[in-house]
């Protein structure tokens, strides 16, 4: 078995060496260009995930989402159940909020969004909204008539432009009406515009939680308390961690909260990959069957005289094999070579979504998965043709 | 050391059955150099490849060495190929990538011979036909003597109980022919070796021992070669 893999590499050695350069050059190409399409699209797509992943968690949620009991409105003394939550370890940050829906009207233009009622010092523990004022400021903890809308809410005077019903280009300091769901309407002052690159944050308004429940008439009361930890990922064991602390809340994760949306998102993208991969593994697997079929059938002769020198026939195979792993080996490192460029490329110059920049993931396993799909093919693709051509009986090959 | 028995090869069937061998039988011994002449259509060519185990007979019997060859497997015989055979076609059919060296080496490192042994025995049999000065040549920088010389270092290089040569001289001019069977005759004479060679040049008679003349698949006549004894010694002594 030995023996014969020697001689097979022996034979497939020298043919690479001394065949014909042109196409074994342009096949390793185009094998490397099938690589960097099996890697390149998953790891924008895994680049995506990613974003949209740390957006939710930045804009959003928070790492925990603590929700009213079943059959209630809003979560009961919840100033008692942030300081309980805050003292957990692992817990950096709590936030109550309110979320509701209103009417806000400026110069005739009228939109709907969600409102958040947020204690602004809380919220900054918790998710990074504020960092990311384009003009004017973030809400203080004192404010009562003023609101803090985002970009796309505040729209453009051309109304072309906007991408949502907007307000028509309200700038920092103009006055906007307010109607809640309770049928008050108050005035506001926009005290800040915020451009996240998260469509919610951006298509949404904010005022504090004080303002809010003086709407209301509520008192020490939350729709919601998003919570931060120190580290994301475990987010399923802090969750039995504040279930053993006491809160009797429901307790969502982020990626529970977000699911749907996230998951369509992928779904969709993993569907064109899908289709890209199959594409490309298709590309390879007949490049190289043409390749190998023609070389073998070019050397039908050649393969019967070796037949009847006593070269074994799965010899003769695996020498094929041997070239077709070659073809697969170089052009593998060469794909690897252009994705490293690639993505130093793209690192200069990052593809923007409209969640911001995104930075492809490549994980190891995604490689692995790659090269591995690669390896079968290119031998398959290796195999069938030296198998049909080393099939045929040593005269007739002979005699061409 | 050969024995064939009524060997027949019939190719096709019914009206358009082509009966290629028709009944040949025959016996070659240890050490002689036999020659397989006649027309073009005679049959010789396939009688050669029946012995190569190129091919199988349709009916009849063939001992190769006490082997009966007819009952071998398709691996069977690749492997009886690689050690008890040598071929050497018309076309001196060597691998074009492989240096005159590589293509000697192959046989023997197929039979499993360390590198250092298929050197060796490959440096000696180069030697044997002349060639110990071109053996990193590849096959397109050497005229047809030289490459058929390859191809006969080749066929030898297992040290074979009977080496085969269809035509060996087809495309080789005077000179060039001379040189081969030369060759051949001192293979024979000095190695011992079997030797069965097809040809239809009539001036190649004075090689052979025993000359068995084909027509029509059949063994027309066999008759003893013209060979100067006293130059050639007994050969299938």
Redesign the interface.
């Known amino acids: 078995m030995f023996?014969?893999s020697?001689?097979a590499f022996?034979?497939a050695k020298?043919?690479i060496?001394?065949?014909n350069k042109g196409t074994l050059y342009l096949t390793i190409l185009i094998i490397g260009m099938v690589f960097v399409n099996l890697i390149f699209l998953p790891s924008i797509i895994s680049g995506v995930a990613v974003l949209f992943n740390q957006q939710t968690i930045d804009y959003s949620y928070g790492n925990l989402v603590i929700e009213p009991k079943k059959n209630q409105v809003y979560i009961n003394n919840a100033d008692e159940l942030q300081r309980k939550i805050e003292r957990i370890p692992g817990v950096t940050g709590v936030s109550p909020r309110y979320l509701t829906g209103a009417t806000i009207v400026y110069k005739g233009n009228e939109v709907t969004p969600l409102l958040y009622a947020i204690n602004p010092d809380d919220d900054r523990r918790v998710l990074k909204i504020a960092s990311k004022v384009a003009s004017g400021e973030y809400l203080g903890d004192g404010d009562t008539d003023q609101i803090v809308i985002g970009f796309r809410l505040a729209g453009n005077d051309d109304e072309k432009l906007d991408v949502i019903p907007s307000l028509g280009g309200v700038d920092v300091g103009k006055v906007v009406d307010v109607t809640f769901n309770n049928g008050v309407t108050r005035q506001y002052r926009i005290k800040g515009i915020i451009n996240s690159d998260s469509y919610d944050v951006d298509s949404n308004a904010f005022i504090t939680k004080n303002e809010y429940e003086s709407v209301f008439g509520l008192e020490d009361k939350a729709n919601q308390m998003l919570v931060r930890t120190q580290e994301t990922g475990n987010e399923d064991m802090m969750r039995n961690t504040l279930m053993a602390f006491g809160v009797q809340e429901k307790i969502w994760t982020w990626e529970e909260k977000s699911a749907n949306f996230l998951n369509q998102i992928i779904g969709s993208f993993n569907i064109i990959n899908f289709i890209g991969t199959i594409v490309s593994l298709v590309i390879a697997i007949v490049v190289i069957f043409i390749v190998i079929f023609i070389n073998t059938v070019y050397r039908r002769?050649?393969i019967g005289?070796?037949?009847?020198?006593?070269?074994?026939?799965s010899?003769i195979i695996k020498s094929y094999l041997f070239q077709a792993l070659f073809i697969f080996a170089i052009g593998t490192i060469i794909g690897c070579g252009f994705l490293v460029l690639i993505l130093q490329l793209l690192a200069a110059n990052p593809i923007v979504f409209p969640g911001g920049p995104v930075a492809p993931v490549v994980d190891a396993m995604l490689i692995l998965r790659s090269t591995m799909s690669l390896l079968a093919v290119s031998l398959i693709a290796g195999y069938i043709p030296a198998w049909i051509t080393t099939r045929e009986d040593?005269?007739t090959a002979?005699r061409g | 050391m050969i024995i064939g028995s009524d060997l027949r090869r019939y190719y096709g069937l019914g009206a358009v059955q082509v009966r290629a061998l028709d009944g040949v039988s025959l016996e070659i011994q240890k050490g002689e150099f036999i020659g397989v002449m006649g027309p073009s259509g005679s049959g010789k060519s396939t009688l050669l490849?029946l012995l190569?185990l190129?091919?199988r007979p349709t009916s009849g019997s063939l001992l190769i060495d006490g082997v009966d060859v007819g009952v071998l497997d398709?691996?069977a015989r690749?492997?009886?190929?690689?050690?008890r055979?040598?071929?050497v076609?018309q076309d001196y059919?060597l691998?074009?990538?492989?240096t005159a060296q590589?293509n000697v080496y192959?046989?023997s490192?197929?039979r499993?011979m360390t590198p250092q042994e298929c050197t060796l025995v490959c440096s000696d049999i180069l030697g044997v036909v002349g060639l110990g000065d071109r053996i990193h040549h590849?096959p397109s920088q050497m005229s047809g003597g030289e490459q058929q010389r390859v191809a006969i270092a080749?066929?030898l290089v297992?040290r074979p109980a009977l080496l085969l040569a269809d035509e060996p001289c087809a495309n080789l001019d005077t000179r060039n022919s001379k040189v081969i069977l030369d060759l051949f005759r001192k293979l024979n004479h000095d190695l011992h070796q079997t030797i069965v060679m097809v040809s239809h040049e009539e001036w190649h008679k004075s090689y052979f021992d025993r000359i068995i003349s084909m027509k029509d698949g059949v063994i027309e006549t066999e008759t003893n070669g013209n060979r100067d004894s006293d130059s050639m010694g007994n050969p299938s002594g």
């Open positions: 023996e014969d020697k001689v022996f034979l020298r043919s060496a001394r065949g002769k050649q005289i070796l037949k009847a020198i006593g070269i074994d026939r010899v040593i005269l002979i | 490849h190569g190129l091919d398709e691996r690749t492997v009886f190929r690689l050690r055979l040598g071929y076609f059919a691998v074009p990538e492989l590589e192959l046989p490192m197929a499993g590849l080749r066929a297992n």
